[in-house]
Each structure stands twice: as C-alpha cells, then as structure tokens.
C-alpha cells in the first residue's frame, strides 16, 4: 500500500524559510515522478513543484519560481520542499502526492497534507 | 498560458446522471485527469486520461474529452458524490488544475 506522510508544516513569519518532507512508502520511490500541491484555505489545488525520479528534472509554478526548491533522497524515500522568502499568500496545506515512472501526472495517490502558516 | 476553466458549482438529483465539465482550448489534445475531494481529506483520482478508471474506482464514474471540453460523468449518483471535483492537465512543463466544481447531490 502506498503510503505518503507529509511534515514540517509551521507557523512562520513573512520572509522566513520552512522545508517541509514527505516520507514515501509502499512502492520504488526512485522510479516514480512526485508533486507538491497546495490549497489554500477555501481555495482550490494549486501545483506547486514537480520532480522526476531520479531527481534529474524539476518544474515550478511560476508563483514560486525561485523561492522553492524541491528535492528527493532516494536513499531515504524521502520528498522535501525548502521554502525561502514565504509571504501570506503561501499559507495553505501542503500535499505530497505521487506520479508515474514515465510522467509526472497523473497523481494517484496523495498524502494528508501539511499546514504552512505565514504570518506576523 | 493555458487556462482550464470548471463551473463553480453542480447539482444532482440522487440517482440521476451528473455531468461536470473542464474547459479548455483544444483541451482533446491533452491528456485530462479528474480528482474528487471530500472537506478536510487529500484528492483522490477518479480518472485518469480522459476516461480511464483507477482501480477501487466505480464503474458510475466515466470520463470524456472532445473539442474544447472534457466531461466527467457521473451516473446514478449517490449522497457519498458530494465533494468538489478538479480537472488537472500538463501543459508546457506545468501543472494546471481548474478551479474546481462543488457537486451537490440533492
């Protein structure tokens, strides 16, 4: 079973920096594509940031283009977000949610999310 | 850039065909993914291509993709098909969601 646990999630000012994990389980996770997808509260899902399985390419919503980062240690089965220079329209819960081998949609499996709140 | 756009609410009668819909430029050149979410639960796939199903998925659910439009149907619908539904493509290297549609079963 396919298992997807987000943390790091946090109160945190305006211009500071989180890195958020999601821990990977259940299936080969250096052969699978994986997202980070926001929502913000009451809102609809947002693609954040993509990355392949093996790490070699990354895609960003413009929205955060170089303030993200996303990475993965496959080593580790483990997927991380670093954040820089957070502002309040960031704050949403977080999901961590799962590719394919060969593409980066669709996402069939999703973790539970992690809240990032940023405010002073 | 490429916008998808869903109507921000729908409604059913119990047991009746419930059709949602995902607006796009050419959108039959893409490959469309639908997701329902439940309040306070992560997205689940409900389709995948334009009209595959994922396993544990209902036969009720099918999906469509023509023209400008993609279609998720949902047949004989049910008080457990409430939720908000989004449609989800990839385009030039991005992900694009539409903004969703509130399904409610009536």
């Known amino acids: 079973e396919v298992q997807l646990l987000e943390s790091g999630g946090d109160l945190v000012q305006p211009g500071a920096s989180l890195r958020l994990s999601c821990a990977a389980s259940?299936?080969?996770?250096?052969?699978?594509?994986m997202s980070w997808v926001r929502q913000a509260p009451g809102k609809g899902l947002e693609w954040v940031s993509g990355i392949s399985g093996s790490g070699a390419s990354t895609y960003y919503a413009d929205s955060v283009n170089g303030r993200f980062t996303i990475s993965r240690d496959n080593s580790k089965n483990t997927l991380y977000l670093q954040m820089n220079s957070l502002r309040a329209e960031d704050t949403a819960v977080y999901f961590c949610?799962?590719?394919?081998?060969?593409?980066?949609?669709?996402?069939?499996?999703w973790g539970q999310g992690t809240l990032v709140t940023v405010s002073s | 850039s490429y916008e998808v756009t869903q109507p921000l609410s729908a409604s059913v009668a119990l047991g009746q065909t419930a059709r949602l819909t995902c607006g796009g430029n050419?959108?039959?050149?893409?490959?469309v993914h639908w997701y329902q979410q439940k309040p306070g639960q992560a997205p689940v796939l409900v389709i995948s291509r334009n009209g595959n199903r994922p396993s544990g998925i209902p036969e009720r659910f099918s999906g469509s993709n023509s023209g400008n439009t993609a279609t998720l149907t949902i047949s004989r619908a049910e008080a457990g098909d409430e939720a908000d539904y989004y449609c989800?493509?990839?385009?030039?290297?991005?992900?694009?969601f539409g903004g969703g549609t509130e399904l409610t079963v009536l």
């Open positions: 050419n959108i039959d050149s893409k490959n």
């Open positions: 989800q493509v990839w385009d030039s290297s991005t992900v694009l």
């Open positions: 949610a799962k590719g394919e081998m060969e593409f980066q949609l669709p996402n069939d499996s």
């Open positions: 259940g299936f080969t996770f250096r052969s699978y594509a």
